[in-house]
């Protein structure tokens, strides 16, 4: 901050001096120009333009020109009903064009809110709203990227850069141990859909509501915040094309640091004769093309949209990556002098993944790199095929695993909504949305009869499964807005209905004549004349119902206070019988100070205060009733098989909802003219009840394990977010943005609170095979941060090759970030735009599993398996046992991604409206001491992996543990073109 | 324009909406639950059957099996270099936690996993006795109380001081050994003779019953200082006169890989590669290579092995001593060597001997092991053989596991008589222990001790997950052995109440108190 500081200190005279120079060159004279829209370079009609100081004004046409007759030294004012007012000043040109934000003065922002929209200057939560100008740029394949570091509090992580894993999306820390760390999406108005069928180029503004009153009109989804996204619309007027396009080129930027071949063989490896770099046999320059077309436009009381997107998109490792179509159509219909407003949103996406296989990089980092790719005597009965592979646990060729087998998917996700608006009575107007989802996935694996990983002796082996999932959401409510005298009041009541189900089958089987047909014939397998390895599974979940009915308040006496408070009483199927019902709320008021007094130099000053109260719904289905699951154990009766079946799960029919309570205290503030802007805010917030499994009692229950409602995390944190609009010429202008969050969760109990650090069972952090099973890395503790890394002290090596460790265990680390930050700049020089963005996570601890495993020079494993080579490194250290040793610290600072563009300028009338080009860059460089490959916070765990299992229910109670699974780190240039006519 | 009045219409649309809309009712669809199931009598039996599946989970790794072999001087798991140190859990176990753990013994994973698996299958068969279309029927509720009584057994046997509970949801508190002994013996007592006698395929038979008494019986001593060798005797002389079960001339037929409904079975657990599956020892004990000898489906995991002294107290003439695979291995084609490329030629310590596989690259299994920790090589240790392993196996055996055989009762009813008279030379029980021994191949025993009787008893049980219970009945259990220093800590002879239980129970009446010791 106090270089911010510095910074806008010495860079005002410089804005001053400028000015001054402008002035000195003015005369009287004619000034023409054109008013267009920097959204998407579209004319501006009907713009006010005024000489600063003077009535001398005018208005722009219907193609956005005006010709105004100016005096010396004169600044003109453009103002326009939903854009920020820009001045100019004139200086020297007889000709000035004008770009007109519908954004930077925040005061006039529309931000949703969630069955409705508020203008900023009367919210009264912890609420951000982004246009699309502020979002992340460069190679965007997810919609959460564009907000990754933009919003104070809002943490959006990905480590390593697998093109097919999604981002970890979190909200003001750890709220819950239970399901819902995730926030709650709201597309369009639609709670819940899919973000997954939004293309990050169609959003034209996310809104986000962090704190507990601002999201509690969401009820019981909306623990973990709430992230609302309006696609783009058409308008009114002539027909836009837009035409985006990019071309993004990843490399390594950082691997598992291993020996090569010679280090190898001088710590005593064994020498097989060749010399493989086996990462880069197994790795690529990923090329991804991305091209998005937009039509839209209007006619009378039409408008539409339609936008196709195709991506196709490579990652490092080899054959990963994925392509995809996605199309939306939005049309708005408006009738009876606008009195009646119909909307209709479409969209489909079609992903076809190649996932590739992980372990290839797990496995490029551990082979013998003197081992030859190709095995010389071929065929090797004790092996498999022609490639060289070793008799060793959780070590194979990785070159072999990719190109003899087969991992894909292919999923759809459709989403079509409705929604009417009709205005009753003057103020009252009624709303209906009825929404659908509805997604179909199928996946294959085939790992080929000659595969020594997973085929071999299996003689082939394919793997299918189809998921299938719907969703149907159906809601009305009113909304009401009279003026009295100076008070304003808006109240919304409704009803909200939510409907989801999920279906699907796999089959496993193997035992094939050839490997020509690969997954796709599995008819062929063998194994049903052989009897018995066929493998069958399926699930259909009841119809999951959430019902609530919801009312808000808002009142705006004088736009100087401001009051809010709402209400949902929600019921969820999946609870006890008397439990289902759970009634959440919130208040919240503001007060605009500069209304009151006025004080120099401010332009805005509100203080806030909230208080909410949010739950959240639980892991599954099913949790409160007795099941006797499928029968798919067998015993005997009378000598022959029978199907038996049996009951694993422990019901809790006392199971209800999470409560999360939190406070907020925040201050918006605007500095001179609102060149200065930015918010403040305070918080705590209190998750109990929260939904997990824990150990009961073995001997009177079916099981040893039950879901309740345990616990209690206390969380804190402050946020702040400051945007500077450095420097405002017409032909340079510099704009500066920090966001900075701070939040510490801590278990205030976990059980009963009053457990030994050492008598809580493990949470699923085991290190894993080899070797390392059974060795917890994290512990919950009551009074400590959620996810505390617990282990003995290293304290050096002893003679004989092994650590010396402290007699007791103890706390060594923790997983969870403290900080986050993010910098933004963006510049625009006479027809050039850069922007650069850093971003920097602190506080967390990262255990490195690939050192833990395979960095000491462990006798067994030194002849076949390679070395992890960090600075760490200690050719003395003989045995892997889990220490502080294997704990780093995370910090970090990225430049997340810089772009430069270049505008080109077109005559009036020209076909082409705009034409932007760029070149940029993400990720481009990491300071950090971390030695594994991506130092960005591990926020929930996947579980220890043994010969590439994977383990689908991410755990938040194990953060910070970097897994051998994990995907190296790329950097990505791009070259990109925006084109509109 | 006319005016359209739109209100009526939504108010009272919302008003249906509120009505018919709050319906929360949960059907589950891919479950069965106690609304849908059970319905007909196959499906009742379907449901009778549920306690014995908790059964299937103990022969796999960290469970009673484990608990039963790798605590003893038959079996172990060294440290091979980065593998199986796993905490250094299975390292303690066999040296009686003489060596580094990172956790305390009470939050060891085997003890856990075998408590909550045998408290799951007396919840099922608690829940199961009182269900309708079950609890008029006395055979069947005789049946899933004598599989109560078997998991009972072998928690008492284990864990020593444990919670009683016949009811689901009632718990009636920990009890000691003796009072679980003496609820043993009423519920066996009166339940066996309930029990059919014949033939009755991976069920507990009136035979089985009687076996599980015979143990109760033969051990009665440990668990409540008074012996009951007359007890024994009587339900082992039932057993062998009566229930028609024979020994099988070829010793190794017990084992097989088709070794369903031997005739020396008294109990087995019915495994199949497809149905009944958990058996998985091919998995735990080969080594890697090992998967070209027999075309394992999956590659095994090269953890469990014999000692070298067991392994050298079978004569060479001793039949049963091809129990252990041992020496070079082969393909499946018996002929191909296979070889491990990756075998350790690095020197780690000053022992250059010590680090270093002595014959290089040929996957041979020795019976010496180098070292307990850290660095046993990779190869060495015979490994557990006696169960057949069949060529395309999968990590599912088809191979049955005989809880009870007769042989095994004969032993103990030698012993039993042995003790009671005193003397381990007593000629009745000395033509038992003959009668068994006549097909190894060996000589019979003139006379015999209780050191050999015990030694014998290893031989003729190995793999069968009994020798713990032998060890600590003949007072040997504390005894040094590879890996293990000798110890005077009686209180070792019980396994630790598994710590995540206290913790579940902590500040409830039924609250778990740790075994004294731990």
């Known amino acids: 901050m106090i270089k911010f500081y510095l910074l806008v200190k010495r860079l005002l005279p410089v804005v001053f001096l400028a000015s001054c120079y402008s002035m000195a060159l003015a005369q009287d004279r004619a000034v023409t120009g054109r008013v267009t829209s920097k959204d998407d370079a579209s004319s501006v009609p009907g713009v006010n333009i005024l000489e600063k100081g003077t009535s001398n004004g005018t208005v722009s046409d219907a193609d956005g020109n005006y010709k105004i007759n100016v005096g010396a030294n004169a600044t003109l004012v ?96 750890l709220t819950t141990a239970g399901a819902n760390t995730s926030p709650l999406y709201v597309i369009d108005g639609v709670i819940g859909a899919s973000i997954a069928n939004v293309d990050p180029n169609d959003i034209a503004s996310i809104d986000v509501l962090k704190d507990g009153s601002a999201a509690a009109i969401y009820g019981t989804q909306a623990s973990s915040g709430v992230i609302l996204i309006t696609t783009k619309k058409g308008k009114a007027g002539k027909t836009v094309v837009d035409f985006n396009s990019y071309v993004a080129m990843d490399n390594i930027a950082k691997s598992v640091s291993h020996m090569d071949r010679a280090q190898y063989l001088g ?395 939190e406070i907020n205290v925040g201050v918006d503030f605007g500095f001179l003219n609102n060149r200065l802007t930015g918010s403040l805010d305070v918080y705590q917030r209190n998750a109990k009840d929260f939904i997990l499994s824990r150990p009961i009692d073995a001997s009177q229950n079916v099981a040893s394990t039950q879901y309740q409602n345990l616990g209690e995390i206390k969380s804190n944190g402050v946020e702040l977010a400051v945007s500077y609009a450095a420097i405002q010429k017409s032909d340079f202008t510099w704009t500066t943005t920090l966001v900075a969050s701070h939040v510490k969760s801590v278990l205030v109990k976990l059980y009963s609170g009053t457990e030994t650090a050492t008598g809580l069972p493990e949470v699923g952090s085991a290190l894993g095979a080899p070797g390392q099973n059974s060795t917890y890395t994290i512990q919950n503790i009551a009074g400590q941060q959620v996810g505390t890394m617990w282990g003995p002290t290293y304290q050096g090596v002893d003679a004989s090759g092994n650590p010396i460790l402290s007699a007791a265990p103890g706390i060594i680390g923790h997983g969870l970030p403290t900080m986050d930050l993010g910098w933004t700049n963006n510049f625009t020089y006479k027809n050039f735009d850069f922007n650069i963005f850093f971003r920097g996570t602190f506080g967390h601890q990262l255990i490195n599993s690939y050192r833990a495993f395979y960095e000491p020079v462990i006798g067994g494993q030194i002849s076949s398996y390679n070395r992890v080579n960090t600075k760490y490194f200690d050719p003395n250290l003989k045995n892997a046992q889990w220490s502080s040793y294997y704990v780093e610290n995370g910090d970090f600072v990225k430049l997340d991604n810089a772009q430069l563009g270049y505008n080109f300028r077109f005559a009036q009338g020209s076909m082409v409206s705009k034409l932007r080009v760029y070149v940029g860059g993400n990720n481009l460089f990491v300071i950090t001491g971390y030695t594994g490959t991506d130092p960005e916070a591990r926020l929930t765990d996947s579980g220890a992996t043994d010969n590439g299992a994977v383990n689908p229910a991410p755990n938040p109670l194990a953060p910070g543990i970097d897994r051998r699974n994990n995907y190296f780190r790329a950097r990505t240039v791009t070259i990109g073109v925006n084109l509109s006519f | ?363 041979n299994f020795t019976p010496k092991v180098n070292e307990f920790l850290p660095n046993a090589l990779r190869q060495s240790g015979v490994r557990l053989g006696k169960f057949q392993f069949a060529i395309g196996a999968t990590p599912n055996l088809d191979n049955d596991f005989p809880v009870f055989r007769l042989g095994a009762i004969m032993l103990d009813k030698a012993e039993a008589i042995f003790r009671k008279s005193s003397n381990f030379s007593d000629p009745t029980g000395l033509a038992l222990v003959n009668q068994v021994r006549a097909r190894t191949g060996m000589p019979n025993y003139a006379s015999l001790t209780s050191d050999e009787l015990l030694a014998e008893r290893g031989r003729e049980l190995f793999s069968e997950a009994w020798r713990r219970n032998d060890l600590v009945r003949f007072g040997k259990y504390l005894a040094p052995w590879f890996g293990k220093p000798a110890t005077d800590d009686a209180h070792i002879n019980l396994f630790p109440v598994p710590l995540s239980q206290i913790t579940a129970t902590a500040g409830s009446a039924t609250a778990l108190k740790q075994n004294a010791g731990y």
Not at chain 1, 302 to 326: A, E, H, M, P
Not at chain 2, 182 to 192: H, R
């Open chain 2, 1 to 363: 324009m006319k005016r359209v009045n739109f209100l009526p219409t939504i108010l009272l649309s919302a008003g249906l909406v509120a009505v018919s809309c709050t319906n929360l009712d949960e059907n589950l669809k891919d479950t069965l639950t106690p609304a849908n199931f059970p319905k007909s009598p196959t499906e009742i039996d379907a449901s009778l059957v549920a306690p014995y599946t908790n059964l299937y989970n103990n022969y796999g790794h960290n469970g009673f099996f484990t608990l039963q072999e790798i605590t003893t001087d038959e079996a172990m798991i060294p440290q091979r270099g980065g593998d199986w140190y796993d905490g250094g859990q299975p390292q303690a176990l066999h040296s009686h936690f003489q060596t580094v753990s990172i956790a305390k013994p009470e939050g060891f994973d085997a003890f856990s996993g075998t408590w909550n698996n045998a408290y799951a299958g007396i919840s099922a068969a608690n829940r199961l006795i009182v269900q309708p279309g079950i609890a008029e029927n006395p055979a069947k509720v005789a049946e899933l109380k004598v599989l109560r009584a078997w998991y009972y057994f072998y928690l008492l046997d284990g864990f020593g001081n444990i919670p009683l509970s016949t009811k689901l949801g009632e718990n009636q508190g920990q009890k000691t050994p003796a009072d679980i002994y003496a609820f043993l013996d009423a519920e066996l007592t009166t339940n066996v003779p309930l029990l059919t006698k014949a033939a009755n395929y991976g069920r507990l038979t009136y035979w089985a019953g009687r076996a599980i008494q015979v143990k109760l019986y033969l051990n009665a001593q440990t668990y409540t200082g008074t012996a009951q060798y007359d007890k024994a005797i009587a339900a082992a002389d039932d057993i062998i006169n009566n229930g028609g079960f024979g020994l099988e001339p070829n010793y190794f037929d017990i084992f097989s890989a088709s070794n369903n409904g031997s005739k020396e079975h008294i109990w087995a657990i019915p495994f199949d590669r497809a149905y009944v599956q958990g058996f998985n020892l091919p998995q735990m004990t080969l080594h890697y290579g090992s998967q070209a000898t027999y075309k394992l489906q999956q590659q095994p995991w090269n953890g469990y092995c014999s000692l070298e002294d067991f392994y050298n107290s079978y004569n060479a003439g001793d039949k049963r001593k091809n129990a252990f695979i041992v020496g070079q291995q082969y393909a499946a084609d018996g002929v191909t060597k296979i070889t491990d490329d990756s075998y350790e030629k690095t020197q780690v310590t000053g022992d250059v001997n010590n680090t270093i596989d002595p014959d290089g690259a040929p996957l």
């Open chain 1, 267 to 661: 710590v005593g490896g064994t020498d097989l004769g060749s010399n493989t770099d086996w990462t880069k046999q197994v790795t690529q320059t990923g090329v991804t093309v991305v091209n998005n077309l937009g039509l839209s436009g209007g006619v009378g009381n039409t408008q539409y949209r339609f936008s196709v997107n195709v991506r196709d998109v490579q990652g490092i490792l080899k054959n990963s990556g994925f392509d995809q179509l996605n199309g939306r159509f939005s049309l708005q219909q408006q009738a009876f002098n606008g009195k009646v407003r119909f909307s209709l949103d479409a969209s489909s996406t079609t992903r076809n993944t190649n996932y590739s296989f992980q372990e290839a990089l797990r496995y490029a980092v551990t082979y013998n790199p003197t081992a030859p790719i190709y095995d010389p005597g071929s065929n090797s009965p004790t092996t498999g095929g022609i490639y060289y592979e070793a008799s060793l646990f959780d070590n194979f060729n990785p070159v072999a695993i990719l190109n003899q087998n087969q991992n894909d998917g292919k999923k759809t996700t459709i989403n079509v909504s409705g929604k009417l608006d009709v205005d009753i009575l003057p103020g009252l107007t009624a709303t209906g949305t009825y929404a659908i989802q509805r997604e179909n996935e199928i996946l294959g694996q085939y790992y080929s009869k000659y595969a020594y990983f997973r085929g071999f002796n299996r003689t082939g082996l394919a793997n299918r499964n189809t998921n299938v999932g719907n969703r149907d959401v159906l809601e009305m409510y009113l909304a009401y807005n009279k003026q009295f005298n100076d008070l304003n009041l808006a109240l919304t009541g409704g009803y909200s209905f939510q409907e989801r189900a999920t279906q699907g089958y796999g089959v496993s089987t193997g035992n094939f004549l050839t490997d020509a047909l690969g997954y796709n014939a599995l008819a062929s397998s063998q194994d049903l004349a052989k009897g018995g390895l066929t493998t069958l599974s399926s699930y259909a979940s009841p119809n999951q119902r959430l019902i609530g009915f919801f009312g808000r308040a808002n009142a705006n006496y004088k736009e100087t206070y401001l009051l809010s408070a709402s209400v949902r009483q929600e019921g969820y199927s999946g609870f006890g019988l008397g439990n289902k019902w759970g009634t959440f709320g919130a208040v919240s008021g503001a007060v605009v100070l500069n209304k009151l007094f006025d004080i120099p130099a401010v332009s805005n000053l509100k203080l806030r205060a909230g208080w909410g109260l949010t739950g959240a719904l639980p892991p599954t289905y099913g949790l409160s009733q007795t099941q006797y699951g499928q029968s798919t154990s067998y015993g005997y009766s009378g000598g022959g098989l029978i199907p038996v079946v049996n009951t694993t799960l422990a019901p809790n029919p006392n199971l209800k909802w999470e409560q999360k309570q």
């Open chain 1, 78 to 173: 453009f103002s326009f009903v939903g854009y920020a007012t820009k001045e100019v000043a004139v200086g020297s040109q007889n000709k000035v064009d004008v770009t007109l934000d519908s954004d930077v003065t925040a005061l006039q922002e529309v931000v949703v809110t969630g069955y409705g929209s508020q203008e900023k200057k009367e919210i009264t939560g912890a609420v951000v709203s982004m246009k699309q100008e502020s979002f992340n740029r460069g190679a965007i394949q997810d919609p959460s990227q564009l907000l990754q570091g933009k919003v104070a509090g809002v943490s959006i992580v990905k480590a390593g850069s697998d093109p097919n894993e999604p981002f970890t999306v979190r909200m003001r820390g």
